[in-house]
């Protein structure tokens, strides 16, 4: 199951838009309001989407157990698809020695383990499904809160995301701010990652 890319074709990393209101409606010094604002006032940067994939350690741990959560699921399944092989190996070969009534239980039955195994993979499917689902809504609410903060204190108004299916064309290295966030989100990453239960539930309990 291939789910490093799957979780790259996510909505992961959509554009962010950050519109601060004060530091436009504010007016000291150098200050743009009313009739007086341009796009061009407006400061604007993007993050390189396979850069952040390659280089977030929450996405690499996150693959990583996908990656072993799906290798689980898959030995489940391959065992349970090797018992009903032999199974239907065994009625096969002594099939010439049962009764009419009894090959047709024996038919029946394996029949419907057959059914039983085809809803066992769907449902290994489905929770694979939903764990990639729940990474990708958790990547996607990590990268926003932390580009929030980081926007607002260095006046960002909109972040975009580029890579090769963007609609961005072009984009100059000043306007480039993944090393920066993947810094901080790594942080920020490292710090979670290494919090105790406890200390989660003091968090909480604030």
Same mark, same amino acid.
């Given at each position: 199951?291939?789910?490093?890319?799957?979780?790259?074709?996510?909505?992961?990393?959509?554009?962010?838009?950050?519109?601060?209101?004060?530091?436009?409606?504010?007016? !000291?010094?150098?200050?743009?309001?009313?009739?007086?604002?341009? !796009?061009? #006032?407006?400061?604007?940067?993007?993050?390189?989407?396979?850069?952040?994939?390659?280089?977030?350690?929450?996405? *690499?741990?996150?693959?990583?157990?996908?990656?072993?959560?799906?290798?689980?699921?898959?030995?489940?399944?391959?065992?349970?698809?090797? %018992?009903?092989?032999?199974?239907?190996?065994?009625?096969?070969?002594?099939?010439?020695?049962?009764?009419?009534?009894?090959?047709?239980?024996?038919?029946?039955?394996?029949?419907?383990?057959?059914?039983?195994?085809?809803?066992?993979?769907?449902?290994?499917?489905?929770?694979?499904?939903?764990?990639?689902? *729940?990474?990708?809504?958790?990547?996607?609410?990590?990268?926003?809160?932390?580009?929030? =903060?980081? %926007?607002?204190?260095?006046?960002?108004?909109?972040?975009?995301?580029?890579?090769?299916?963007?609609?961005?064309?072009?984009?100059?290295?000043?306007? #480039?701010?993944?090393? #920066?966030?993947?810094?901080?989100?790594? #942080?920020?990453? *490292?710090?979670?990652?290494?919090? =105790? !239960?406890?200390?989660? =539930?003091?968090?909480?309990?604030?």
């Amino acid at each position: 199951m291939k789910n490093a890319s799957l979780i790259l074709n996510v909505v992961l990393l959509v554009a962010v838009v950050v519109l601060f209101i004060l530091h436009f409606t504010q007016k !000291p010094s150098g200050a743009v309001s009313g009739a007086n604002f341009s !796009p061009s #006032d407006v400061k604007v940067a993007y993050v390189n989407q396979d850069s952040l994939l390659k280089n977030y350690d929450f996405v *690499k741990v996150s693959v990583e157990k996908l990656d072993k959560q799906a290798k689980s699921f898959d030995d489940q399944l391959a065992a349970r698809q090797g %018992s009903l092989q032999r199974e239907v190996q065994a009625y096969q070969a002594g099939a010439n020695n049962l009764t009419r009534g009894q090959a047709i239980a024996l038919e029946e039955d394996l029949q419907k383990k057959g059914q039983n195994l085809q809803l066992f993979q769907q449902s290994l499917a489905q929770q694979l499904d939903e764990q990639r689902a *729940k990474v990708s809504e958790e990547l996607y609410g990590k990268l926003t809160a932390y580009l929030k =903060t980081y %926007s607002k204190d260095r006046g960002i108004a909109v972040v975009v995301r580029y890579n090769r299916e963007s609609d961005i064309l072009y984009a100059g290295d000043s306007l #480039d701010i993944s090393k #920066d966030v993947i810094k901080g989100l790594n #942080d920020a990453w *490292k710090t979670e990652s290494t919090k =105790t !239960p406890s200390d989660t =539930t003091k968090a909480k309990g604030k």
